[in-house]
């Protein structure tokens, strides 16, 4: 059986690829999502099945030129894995590009992610969406 931080590992990998399809079949049918943004980010929301976590990557990809997304620590747990990374981004709205970290957390049960919460550094996205 695959261990929560394999499952994580696969996870990131199928982003990193660009291959959401892979990502949303390690994902439970009624995966809860939730990511906290600055409040304008069309991204700052919080969800409920695979159908919706496919809308909510779009409007990633709509908004934000991500140039670098990397996860730099995983600490695992029982059924959990944390994730402490940063990015490099550019808004497409505004053109400017902000830099920061994230915090990731999974739920995974029997090699399945069954939620999601994530966390970037809102002050700093925010001012990059300012124009």
């Known amino acids: ?33 939730q990511f906290v943004a600055d409040r304008t980010a069309p991204y700052n929301s919080a969800m409920v099945g695979t159908s919706r976590v496919g809308e909510w990557f779009a409007s990633v990809a709509a908004s934000d030129d991500i140039h670098a997304f990397e996860p730099q620590q995983m600490f695992a747990g029982a059924g959990h894995v944390t994730v402490i990374g940063h990015e490099r981004t550019t808004l497409r709205a505004t053109g400017k590009t902000f830099e920061c970290p994230w915090v990731h957390v999974f739920a995974v049960d029997s090699g399945v992610i069954t939620a999601f919460w994530g966390m970037l550094d809102t002050q700093t996205a925010g001012e990059a969406r300012v124009n």
């Open 1 to 33: 059986m695959t261990t929560p931080l394999e499952t994580v590992q696969k996870a990131y990998a199928a982003f990193g690829r660009g291959d959401i399809q892979a990502l949303l079949a390690m994902c439970s049918p009624n995966v809860h999502w």
